[in-house]
T-cell receptor
Framework: NAGVTQTPKFQVLKTGQSMTLQCAQD?????MYWYRQDPGMGLRLIYY???????DKGEVPNGYNVSRLNKREFSLRLESAAPSQTSVYFC????????????FGQGTRLTVV | DQQVKQNSPSLSVQEGRISILNCDYT??????FLWYKKYPAEGPTFLIS?????DKNEDGRFTVFLNKSAKHLSLHIVPSQPGDSAVYFC??????????????FGQGTILTVHP
């Protein structure tokens, strides 16, 4: 059972480049989330999807877009990367909307130069 | 807006002793509290939780205490083991009907357990 899988694990981008972070879960979870973690800070919510076909902004959505492709997959897109988006990105999923026991992927370390 | 604070960036303890990690919050509307554990190069994993109707929840070596009047929760690990060395986050779900399980995390405390 793979759980939550993120690709890629590492990425270096130049300022202005675009990229998409992929996330897939095989636990039949309804809700999926994207967080970022910066040094000395906890994880902060970027976007979330309560169910297939819906997405909503979190605490720090600026500069990002998301797509809930199907129940399994939730992608995060950076249209024009900036150095401030250098971070570690985590995807998570939960079974029910109010279930707070989230399962996290292993993370994607992104550096924007 | 909610705020969650872990004021100790790091904690070092000897194997076999107790580790106590602390977390403070500002919004008294929270009714559920969680602790996550994170190893380097891995995602956070759920460790233990507590509901606001309780003041203590125990799971093996891990116990979480909740003091609602002080808006404070703590995680006790007894006895501490070297494998417990990790970053520990307290996490509080957003209150309200539209939260959908969104979490606000504290800054984390790096626990190092020395053999």
């Amino acid at each position: 059972n793979a759980g939550v899988t993120q690709t890629p694990k590492f990425q270096v981008l130049k300022t202005g480049q675009s990229m998409t972070l992929q996330c897939a879960q095989d636990m039949n979870h309804n809700s999926m989330y994207w967080y970022r973690q910066d040094p000395g800070m906890g994880l902060r919510l970027i976007y979330y999807s309560a169910s297939e076909g819906t997405t909503d902004k979190g605490e720090v959505p600026n500069g990002y877009n998301v797509s809930r492709l199907n129940k399994r997959e939730f992608s995060l897109r950076l249209e024009s990367a900036a150095p401030s988006q250098t971070s570690v990105y985590f995807c998570a999923s939960t079974y029910a909307q109010m279930n707070t026991e989230a399962f996290f992927g292993q993370g994607t370390r992104l550096t924007v130069v | 807006d909610q705020q969650v604070k872990q004021n100790s960036p790091s904690l070092s303890v000897q194997e076999g002793r107790i580790s106590i990690l602390n977390c403070d919050y500002t919004n008294s509307m929270f009714d559920y509290f969680l602790w996550y554990k994170k190893y380097p190069a891995e995602g956070p994993t759920f460790l233990i939780s507590i509901s606001s109707i309780k003041d203590k929840n125990e799971d093996g070596r891990f116990t979480v205490f909740l003091n609602k009047s002080a808006k404070h929760l703590s995680l006790h690990i007894v006895p501490s083991q070297p494998g417990d060395s990790a970053v520990y986050f307290c996490a509080l779900p957003n209150a309200g009907g539209t939260s959908y399980g969104k979490l606000t995390f504290g800054q984390g405390t790096i626990l190092t357990v020395h053999p």
